[in-house]
């Protein structure tokens, strides 16, 4: 029976890489359905992405392309639907963008669960037949909260943490724990107007268009690896409730589009940036 796989590979680059990769496909009789490479001449790193269809063992790929580069970080990822977790607050908008999309087919995605820190949402997420769970901040520290909400987390087999307008920063701990796994929206064109009520930075400071940013989470606030962005002409009439409302529309369109690439291994982290195919 024919296998489809994603090939994802990441080495340094190196002459010839691309002939002798395509050699070991041709050899075992695979078709290549779509296949996007790139070099990144200020580190010297290659990346590359190819779909491929055929007969084989993905372990056997991969060890036959580890012959190539054996330092390499080679996945063959048979696509199915990988699992996440929601995290939300109040705002309805990203996490019901995201529920709709889910429950129309459109996010190659099982979601586990939703968690919040109020219980505004859960009638909102109980239509979907999501499990919801609230766990309040109220009278606890940070820490002692976060350790309430992994104990929780750590019950679910998942793969990617998606923070659909999560309005608490993490902890060290936190991020350490998912690392790499955590993907936040950001109501800003990031860098600019980091941290909190960006629209209101923006208006005082007159801009022209407002963002919206999807990124990996670190340590640093809002600095993570970007995954996605777009932005939306504003202008002078507008207050920065205006700016809020109007922005919640990229917000949402944003997280999506972030969340589709990451599920379709669409994404490569290289540093503090992003390589999308």
């Given at each position: 029976?024919?296998?489809?796989?994603?090939?994802?590979?990441?080495?340094?680059d190196?002459?010839?890489?691309?002939?002798?990769?395509?050699?070991?496909?041709?050899?075992?009789?695979?078709?290549?359905?779509?296949?996007?490479?790139?070099?990144?001449?200020?580190?010297?790193?290659?990346f590359?992405?190819?779909?491929?269809?055929?007969?084989?063992e993905?372990?056997?790929?991969?060890?036959?392309?580890?012959?190539?580069?054996?330092?390499?970080?080679?996945?063959?990822?048979?696509?199915?639907?990988?699992?996440?977790?929601?995290?939300?607050?109040?705002?309805?908008?990203?996490?019901?963008?995201?529920?709709?999309?889910?429950?129309?087919?459109?996010?190659?995605?099982?979601?586990?669960?939703v968690?919040?820190?109020?219980?505004?949402?859960?009638t909102?997420?109980?239509?979907?037949?999501?499990?919801?769970?609230?766990?309040?901040?109220?009278?606890?520290d940070?820490?002692?909260?976060?350790?309430?909400?992994m104990?929780?987390?750590?019950t679910?087999?998942?793969?990617?943490?998606?923070?659909a307008?999560y309005?608490?920063?993490?902890?060290?701990?936190?991020?350490?724990?998912?690392?790499?796994?955590?993907?936040?929206?950001?109501?800003?064109?990031?860098?600019?107007?980091?941290?909190?009520?960006?629209?209101?930075?923006?208006?005082?400071?007159?801009?022209?268009?407002?963002?919206?940013?999807?990124?990996?989470?670190?340590?640093?606030?809002?600095?993570?690896?970007?995954?996605?962005?777009?932005?939306?002409?504003?202008?002078?009439?507008?207050?920065?409730?205006?700016?809020?409302?109007?922005g919640?529309?990229?917000?949402?369109?944003?997280?999506?589009?972030?969340?589709?690439?990451?599920?379709?291994?669409?994404?490569?982290?290289?540093?503090n940036?992003?390589i999308?195919?």
């Amino acid at each position: 029976m024919e296998t489809r796989a994603r090939v994802l590979i990441d080495c340094d680059d190196a002459k010839g890489l691309v002939y002798k990769i395509s050699k070991v496909f041709f050899e075992k009789e695979l078709n290549i359905d779509s296949n996007r490479e790139f070099v990144d001449k200020e580190t010297g790193r290659f990346f590359m992405r190819t779909v491929v269809t055929g007969i084989f063992e993905p372990d056997e790929l991969s060890s036959e392309l580890k012959g190539i580069a054996p330092e390499a970080d080679i996945r063959v990822i048979v696509p199915k639907p990988k699992k996440i977790v929601l995290m939300a607050t109040k705002e309805s908008h990203a996490l019901g963008d995201i529920l709709i999309r889910h429950a129309d087919g459109e996010l190659d995605a099982k979601i586990e669960c939703v968690i919040a820190n109020h219980d505004t949402l859960e009638t909102l997420v109980r239509r979907f037949d999501i499990p919801f769970f609230c766990i309040p901040a109220d009278g606890m520290d940070r820490e002692e909260h976060e350790e309430k909400v992994m104990e929780l987390i750590d019950t679910f087999e998942f793969d990617f943490i998606v923070l659909a307008k999560y309005m608490r920063i993490l902890t060290s701990k936190f991020v350490k724990a998912y690392e790499k796994k955590i993907i936040n929206i950001h109501h800003s064109f990031l860098p600019a107007f980091i941290g909190a009520n960006p629209y209101k930075q923006a208006h005082e400071r007159g801009v022209k268009i407002i963002g919206a940013t999807a990124h990996f989470v670190t340590d640093d606030l809002d600095e993570g690896p970007i995954i996605a962005q777009d932005v939306i002409p504003v202008n002078h009439r507008m207050e920065w409730r205006d700016m809020q409302r109007a922005g919640r529309d990229v917000e949402k369109v944003v997280l999506s589009r972030a969340l589709s690439y990451v599920l379709n291994d669409r994404v490569f982290v290289h540093g503090n940036k992003t390589i999308v195919f």
